[in-house]
């Protein structure tokens, strides 16, 4: 059966609509500041397959449109069939196919019936405020396993024929730190479940069971076709790209995350060999190799910006493959810990803008500020030992400037529609007083289209025995980069009472406890300068200047711009930039990463970067990640130092350091197989 345009609409908003009062439901039903304030859940209806073919328009977390309950369902169908009033639960990342990412993301999944048989699933998550394992919050980088994580939960039934499993219930909150407000979250999302049912109920009456699957079919091809349309702008090609994390919080050594696209006629596929191994920290981004979210993200904002009609369904993916090879970061073997996966999901989102802008040029944006820190306080409620969690705010970066256009300031929607969680609210939860939450200038990277600012924020603590989570944090060694002679974006920093004899820059952090009377600022990164920014409109550096966003003397030194006072000299400005441009100053098309990219690959160069993670993955995926470790720490044994003598001070002899690494690899790992040679090669 094949659906009329005007049916087709019709069903499209119609079932928009239905999860999108789910998403209202949930929301407001939720206690957590996650759910309420954050907006860190998502609801959707899924096929017979388990697969999205209705999704929520501006509502919760806009990434997830490609996540497969198929795995899930399957799993827990195989213990007996689903009956009507039962609802799925799960929380793993392995034994749910990559649909939860990391233990906090609990996943319900409930079958809707007609006449006696499921005609799709409604299905949503939230990310909890706690599932139990080593730190308050559960998410901690420093975790090598998932057992370390929390509360590990393969698909079960929560609710059997609509009976709530109240055994399930007592162990689940006998393993998390605080039992009444995720409850009351798990409840939120059974009764967004049921304002599904009811919806879809209501829509299979007014149409009639054929009607409503065969929406599901045409909403998908509709969405098939349409976006390979878009992704026919693509140039047909392949191009590469790379950028790394800067270590893995368990070692000093950073990671490289590397993608191949090729194009042919509208498909893409995506090829992330060269990647290196998995890690022993929580960075590990469980994808089971397959298309997944995390890997796709960005090609589904291009193809939503550049095609906003295209109903939002797994459709829209249906014109991408990918390679991702097992035993890497971006595929790991449980029980490999991944609780900061989306650390490494914003550096993928990095590496498909790079290789879309070296396929479209001048069209893509510039990377982000590449951090999405959720800054958790943590304190002992008083008579209990019970902790107090406050989410006081997800920290980002500004976006990047682009061809016409400013980066955003402060925001980065980048990777969820996370929002903003109201200060006032942390200040009543928790004893700390938020001092300064705003935009920090000259974070942005300079270009005649500057990247958006970055944020900063400092806190300061009234209550003894206070810990600070700040997982996720980034780009405190490489740089946000800018493209067409635009400047990098300021790195991140993390300073422990800044401004005073005991000041201490940390770098990344896990559970760090503070004392009454210390301040912790947090200054993200700014997004990535996009063209020269001696072509910048000196009146926009003018009232970047007055608004405080960019001081008179990165105008200068920056943009060339000469200020008199609240005025522009015209003259001396004119002067100034035709001496500069006349030198060639700001100009290039190659991406400017900053001087530490350079640094890092004068002995980690592309070729031999590829040819060391290919030739790991001829080892047990249990070595891979110690092998590496030791033949890192003979090429680079101050590494460890970096924070005291910088990356330069570790790269202190590339000719030698890269012998040695030539050396060692060639010693101590397989050769390559002749397919791996010629992938090189074709590099």
Partial sequence: MKLGKITLELMHQKLRACTEEMALALSHAARSTYVKDAADFGTALANLDGKFFAYPAA?????????????????????????????????????????????PDLQLIKPYFHDGRIICYGWDFIHSADIGGGVPSSISPAFTTIFQEGLQIPPVRIVRAGQIN???????????????????????????????????????????????MAAQADLVDWARTKSREVQRQIPNGVFDFWDYLDDDFNSPFPVRIRCRMTVRDGHVHLDYTGTDPQVASAYNVPTGGMRHPWLTLKLMHLVGSLDPTIPLNFGLFENITVAVPRGTILNPVAPAATGVRAATAVRINDVIVGVLTRALSGLIPCPSGGTVVPVVVAERAEG?????????????????????????????????????????????????????????????????????????????????????????????????????????????????????????????????????????????AGGGGYGNPLHRDSALVLRDVLAGLVSQNAAQAEYGVVLDGDAVDSVATARLRGERLSTGQGHGPDPDFGPERAIWESVFDDRIATEFALRLQGLPVGTRQSVRQEILKQVLPRMAEINRIGLAGALADPPAQKRLLRQLIDDRLPPLSPADAAWICSS
């Fill in 59 to 103: 509502l919760g977390v806009s990434g997830f449109l490609d996540l497969d309950c198929g795995p899930a369902i399957a799993a827990v169908a195989a213990t007996g069939p689903l009956e009507p009033g039962d609802v799925i639960i799960t929380n793993h990342p392995y034994a749910s196919g990559g649909l939860a990412t990391h233990m």
């Fill in 384 to 524: 209990t030992g019970n902790p107090v969690l406050s989410v006081i705010q997800t920290l980002v970066g500004g976006t990047g400037g682009q061809a016409g256009m400013d980066g955003i300031d402060g925001r980065d929607s980048g990777l969820a529609n996370l929002y903003n969680t109201p200060l006032e609210r942390s200040e009543a939860e928790v004893g700390v007083i938020v001092e300064r939450y705003g935009l920090r200038p000259d974070s942005g990277g300079a270009g005649q289209w500057r990247g958006g600012m970055g944020l900063e924020m400092r806190l300061a603590f009234r209550t003894p025995g206070t810990s600070v989570l700040g997982r996720g944090l980034e780009r405190f060694v490489f740089r946000p980069w800018g493209a067409a002679g635009g400047r990098p974006g300021a790195r991140c920093e993390v300073i422990l009472n800044r401004g005073r004899p005991d000041e201490r820059r940390l770098g990344k952090i896990d559970e760090l406890f503070v004392a009454p009377g210390d301040t912790l600022t947090f200054l993200t």
């Fill in 166 to 212: 109240t055994e399930f219930l007592a162990i689940y909150s006998a393993n998390c730190r605080v039992p009444e407000v995720n409850l009351a979250d798990v409840h939120a999302m059974l009764a967004a479940l049921t304002v599904g049912e009811r919806r879809v109920q209501a829509i299979v009456a007014r149409h009639g069971v054929e009607t409503f």
